[in-house]
């Protein structure tokens, strides 16, 4: 599968962003969505993810309250609300997809991934 994030940008602190992601197959109901950032000097780290039929999610703690995943199996996109932005959110953003993951409490294991779209949030 491929995918194709999109919705980076420049934003003060306190303000929103959304995120989208296109997955390319006709199959994206089988696969659970994530996404994920690395900022500048640092890790990849997990930020939030969702099961194939939508009812699951998962968040890391930083983003919990702020961000919301969601995604829309008819046009083969997820998507991430961020909303109350801080400084700390800088980061690439990048999507990615698992074929057949249950989501569970200990892992954040994806196999494929798309491109990142830059999130730049100034003080």
Avoid: H
Avoid at 6 to 32: D, H, M, P, W
Avoid at 98 to 107: F, N, Q, S, V
Wanted: hydrophobic fraction near 35%; aromatic fraction near 12%; glycine fraction near 10%.
């Amino acid at each position: 599968v491929q995918l194709q994030a999109s919705g980076g940008g420049l934003v003060q602190a306190g303000g929103s962003l959304r995120l989208s992601c296109v997955a390319s197959r006709r199959t994206y109901g089988t696969y659970a969505m994530a996404w994920f950032r690395q900022a500048p000097g640092k890790e990849r780290e997990p930020v939030a993810e969702i099961s194939r039929n939508g009812a699951n999610t998962r968040y890391a703690d930083s983003v919990k309250g702020r961000f919301t995943i969601s995604r829309d199996n008819a046009k083969n996109t997820v998507y991430l609300q961020m909303n109350s932005l801080k400084p700390e959110d800088t980061a690439v953003y990048y999507c990615a997809a698992d074929y057949g993951r249950i989501l569970t409490a200990t892992d954040w294991e994806y196999s494929y991934w798309g491109q990142g779209t830059e999130v730049t949030v100034s003080s």
